[in-house]
């Protein structure tokens, strides 16, 4: 029985957890991220923790690494990094661990590894191709065709947040942070004040301002994911992030949207679902990257 330490490194918190390939997982845990102390704090922190569950878990034959941030993933390498974790562009993580440990270490990013989560053992299990969002404080995407994630020529491809709509970034007017702001201005409100989570309640409670605002933002992102349908043609477009909780408002309106973007013969072959794995799909999808890097079969669990 191969047991992997996953890790997903994310803006607000580290997930941690070992991987069993007969059992699933073993134990799971987190920490805050801290961001804002920056790349080699959360790396020295990574480190010790990892030292700390091998003394514990000698057997574990592999580190999985999922992490926020544009990823070479031959290279096992942060190539951009936004100023929410400074200092983290750049830093060789495949090559510390593996110095350190003397263990195989792979890294993706954060929002291909859920993906393949979804895509192995999720929503979009069975299927041929995957487009996958993660609808948060930005806006990411991800395309799974036939078990493998596109990178791009660059390792850029699929960074859809920044995608210009006609009035402007997708991220910017369709992300769960948007519709914070956009009610928080309706209102006269400061965002601090507001949460996606309140605002959802607020609408059920047939507040006019939340209810519109999250129509503009289903809009979107009707919007956003039918120009992306139309280059990458996936069969299932996933959904996940936080927001994504509130499936029962959001499904009706965002596919009423997909389907008056889309052509016709192209919106009845695209199904839309919402992801399964939740806060596991991180350390999930690092668990699958790790097994197709190192040419290792049976993705499927």
């Known amino acids: 029985m191969k047991k992997y330490f996953c890790i997903d490194i994310g803006g607000t918190s580290v997930k941690y957890g070992i991987y069993s390939e007969n059992c699933g997982f073993l134990s799971e845990a987190s920490f805050p991220t801290q961001s804002w102390l920056g790349g080699p704090s959360i790396i020295d922190r990574s480190l010790k923790l990892v030292s700390q569950i091998l003394k514990s878990q000698p057997d574990i034959c592999g580190i999985c690494i999922s992490t926020a941030g544009m990823v070479d993933c031959n290279a096992g390498c942060i190539t951009y990094a936004s100023s929410l974790i400074p200092e983290y562009t750049g830093t060789p993580i495949k090559k510390i661990f593996e110095q350190k440990f003397h263990l195989p270490c792979e890294v993706e990013n954060d929002v291909n590894c859920a993906a393949l989560a979804e895509y192995f053992s ?49 991220q910017n007017i369709a ?121 290792e079969t049976d993705l499927y669990v």
Not at 158 to 166: H, K, Q, S
């Open 122 to 170: 999720g929503a979009a299990k069975g299927a041929s191709s995957c487009l996958c969002l993660t609808v948060g404080t930005g806006i990411g995407g991800a395309f799974v065709n036939h078990g493998e994630i596109f990178h791009g020529f660059s390792g850029s491809g699929c960074e859809i947040g920044y995608m210009v709509l006609p009035d402007g970034p997708f």
């Open 175 to 295: 992300s769960a942070s948007a519709l914070v702001r956009n009610v928080a201005k309706r209102k006269n409100l400061p965002s601090s004040s507001l949460s996606g989570k309140k605002i959802f309640a607020l609408a059920k409670s047939n507040d006019t301002d939340c209810i519109e605002e999250i129509n503009r933002m289903a809009s979107y992102l009707g919007m956003g994911i039918a120009n992306i349908c139309y280059v990458l043609n996936p069969e299932v477009v996933v959904l996940g992030g936080g927001i994504m909780v509130q499936k029962e408002i959001l499904y009706g309106k965002i596919r009423e949207a997909l389907d008056k973007y889309l052509l016709h013969s192209i919106a009845e072959n695209t199904t839309l679902k919402f992801a399964h794995n939740q806060n596991r799909a991180g350390m999930l999808g690092a668990f699958y990257h790790f097994k197709a890097r190192r040419k």
